[in-house]
């Protein structure tokens, strides 16, 4: 007999694996992919809290991106050195599905407990 899963339990190498494509689809389909497997899987709280975090990852940078550009453009470029501050973004995905695959219950940094 079959249970669902709370926060903190053990996922299944499914879990694990969804969680991953999850995190790595932000490389091929930004925030579509973990959208998608957000809405397929939200019944399953391993894969939604993963799909989560990479939604409000990703939802994060482009704001970033978006206040670095409105910066940029009212300083006459000279606020696009903050773009320097976006050059870690596209490791927070590796993190993630590392975590994610590893089985791990943990998010993003600066994300805190988005998804749970």
Request: charged share 10%; aromatic share 14%; net charge neutral.
């Amino acid at each position: 007999m079959s249970h669902a899963m709370t926060f903190g339990e053990e996922p299944s190498s499914d879990d694990k694996l969804w969680g991953l494509i999850a995190h790595l689809s932000a490389f091929v389909v930004p925030f579509f992919g973990s959208l998608v497997i957000y809405l397929i899987h939200k019944d399953k709280p391993y894969i939604a809290y993963h799909a989560a975090q990479c939604l409000a990852a990703q939802f994060g940078v482009y704001v970033a991106g978006a206040i670095i550009s409105v910066i940029a453009a009212v300083t006459c470029g000279f606020g696009s050195v903050l773009y320097l501050a976006l050059l870690p973004a596209p490791l927070l995905p590796l993190y993630g599905a590392w975590c994610a695959y590893s089985g791990e219950w943990k998010g993003y940094p600066l994300i805190g407990s988005v998804g749970k």
